[in-house]
């Protein structure tokens, strides 16, 4: 039986990212993944580290998001710095286009709200009418009307991110198991037992980072936890020449030269197939907003399942009856990856997680459940 300080099930971005993080606090970290086999959000994200637009209806979700944000830089230079691996990011502000005048002013609207849930005094996104946006995107689409731009976000390579995370846990001593999918988690004591289909572990702490996997994981200790798939598909076109200057939130060219197009959401399920009609949805959106994209090719399409809680907000909470415990949702893997690492491990580690970020803990999912 193999002992270690904590072990974190679930080896994609919130896994990695809070692995890393519990090294930084020295103790002994082991991660249990099933492998590629898993639905990985990781590998289907668009890679942007977003504040835009997030926290409507929950100001703590709007200042979590911008508290990580803003660790960023730091973030990406620290991996960088340790494993050699450029994640590609960058911060220059992004833009989120409308096609209506209407569109733009209920955009308005949200934002404002979210600006005055967070107590600012003088908003952190301008609105663009359409001279504006032409001026920074020479060959937009006629159907463009305006766009709100947040200099707050930025983009990365998740894969690339993932990557790196994986080498600097290893480099730090941390131990990586694939092919280890979980069958049991039981009360030893003081201490967790954990069995997987290949070996058995004691530790203090649990972190449950399985996406979507959680809730079954959840179940099997008494816990309810209401997660749903929700499906993402991604197209990747072939490398052109740089094309478009700026990041916007759904169409985005990489380093490379490469354009991603996304922006789907569909609840079908456990299925990560792709699908004629939102490839042509999501193309379709992208060649109204570009023209010019009409005449690239699309070398790649994927999908990918989110998990999402049932009110789109993260979860971090202890498992009632099994403190010892500690599960971890979110859909925003990207853009928390920072604040996984420095904040949420210094408190797993500390044995403080809860008291800070109350407001993402199961039970205002079990009340909103009972009405």
Same mark, same amino acid.
């Given at each position: 039986?193999?002992?270690?300080?904590?072990?974190?099930?679930? /080896?994609?971005?919130?896994?990695?990212?809070?692995?890393?993080?519990?090294?930084?606090?020295?103790? @002994?970290?082991?991660?249990?993944?099933? /492998?590629?086999?898993?639905?990985?959000?990781?590998?289907?994200?668009? /890679?942007?580290?977003?504040?835009?637009?997030?926290? $409507?209806?929950?100001?703590?979700?709007?200042?979590?998001? $911008?508290?990580?944000?803003?660790?960023?830089?730091?973030?990406?230079?620290?991996?960088?710095?340790?494993?050699?691996?450029?994640?590609?990011?960058?911060?220059? /502000?992004?833009?989120?286009?409308?096609?209506?005048?209407?569109?733009?002013?209920?955009?308005?609207?949200?934002?404002?709200?979210?600006?005055? %849930?967070?107590?600012?005094?003088?908003?952190?996104?301008?609105?663009?009418?359409?001279?504006?946006?032409?001026?920074?995107?020479?060959?937009?689409?006629?159907?463009?009307?305006?766009?709100?731009?947040?200099?707050?976000?930025?983009?990365?390579?998740?894969?690339?991110?993932?990557?790196?995370?994986?080498?600097?846990?290893?480099?730090? %001593?941390?131990?990586?198991?694939?092919?280890?999918?979980?069958?049991?988690?039981?009360?030893?004591?003081?201490?967790?037992?954990?069995?997987?289909?290949?070996?058995?572990?004691?530790?203090?702490?649990?972190?449950?980072?399985?996406?979507? %996997?959680?809730?079954?994981?959840?179940?099997?200790?008494?816990?309810?936890?209401?997660?749903?798939?929700?499906?993402?598909?991604?197209?990747?076109?072939? $490398?052109?020449?740089?094309?478009?200057?700026?990041?916007?939130?759904?169409?985005?060219?990489?380093?490379?030269?490469?354009?991603?197009?996304?922006?789907?959401?569909?609840?079908?399920?456990?299925?990560?197939?792709?699908?004629?009609? @939102?490839?042509?949805?999501?193309?379709?959106?992208?060649?109204?907003?570009?023209?010019?994209?009409?005449?690239?090719?699309?070398?790649?399409?994927?999908?990918?399942?989110?998990?999402?809680?049932?009110?789109?907000?993260?979860?971090?909470?202890?498992?009632?009856?099994?403190? %010892?415990?500690?599960?971890?949702?979110?859909?925003?893997?990207?853009?928390?990856?920072?604040?996984?690492?420095?904040?949420?491990?210094?408190?797993?580690?500390?044995?403080?997680?809860?008291?800070?970020?109350?407001?993402?803990?199961?039970?205002?999912?079990?009340?909103?459940?009972?009405?």
């Amino acid at each position: 039986m193999a002992d270690f300080d904590a072990i974190v099930v679930g /080896g994609g971005l919130t896994g990695m990212s809070v692995a890393y993080g519990l090294l930084q606090r020295r103790l @002994t970290v082991a991660v249990i993944d099933e /492998g590629d086999v898993a639905h990985r959000a990781s590998r289907g994200t668009f /890679g942007l580290v977003w504040a835009q637009s997030k926290g $409507r209806a929950m100001p703590e979700y709007a200042r979590w998001t $911008r508290e990580s944000v803003k660790l960023w830089p730091a973030f990406a230079e620290e991996l960088h710095e340790r494993t050699g691996i450029d994640v590609a990011y960058s911060n220059d /502000g992004g833009y989120m286009f409308a096609f209506s005048e209407q569109e733009l002013e209920q955009r308005k609207s949200v934002y404002d709200e979210i600006c005055a %849930g967070l107590g600012l005094k003088h908003p952190d996104y301008e609105i663009l009418d359409r001279k504006a946006v032409v001026a920074d995107f020479p060959g937009i689409g006629d159907a463009v009307r305006g766009a709100t731009f947040c200099p707050l976000d930025g983009d990365c390579n998740p894969l690339a991110l993932l990557h790196a995370l994986h080498k600097a846990f290893l480099i730090d %001593g941390g131990k990586y198991l694939p092919g280890h999918r979980l069958a049991e988690i039981v009360q030893h004591g003081s201490r967790l037992v954990l069995r997987t289909t290949c070996s058995r572990f004691e530790t203090d702490r649990i972190v449950l980072a399985a996406g979507i %996997g959680n809730a079954r994981i959840a179940q099997s200790l008494g816990c309810s936890l209401p997660l749903r798939p929700l499906r993402g598909q991604i197209l990747v076109s072939e $490398r052109a020449k740089p094309v478009i200057p700026r990041l916007t939130h759904a169409v985005r060219q990489t380093k490379e030269g490469s354009i991603m197009f996304g922006d789907s959401h569909e609840d079908v399920g456990i299925n990560d197939l792709t699908t004629a009609a @939102t490839i042509r949805s999501i193309a379709g959106r992208a060649v109204k907003t570009f023209p010019f994209l009409s005449s690239l090719r699309i070398v790649r399409s994927w999908a990918c399942l989110r998990p999402m809680p049932v009110d789109g907000f993260p979860i971090y909470d202890r498992i009632p009856r099994h403190p %010892g415990v500690i599960v971890l949702n979110t859909h925003s893997g990207v853009t928390l990856a920072a604040a996984h690492a420095r904040i949420i491990a210094t408190q797993i580690a500390d044995g403080t997680l809860g008291k800070a970020i109350r407001h993402f803990s199961i039970n205002r999912l079990d009340v909103q459940a009972t009405h």
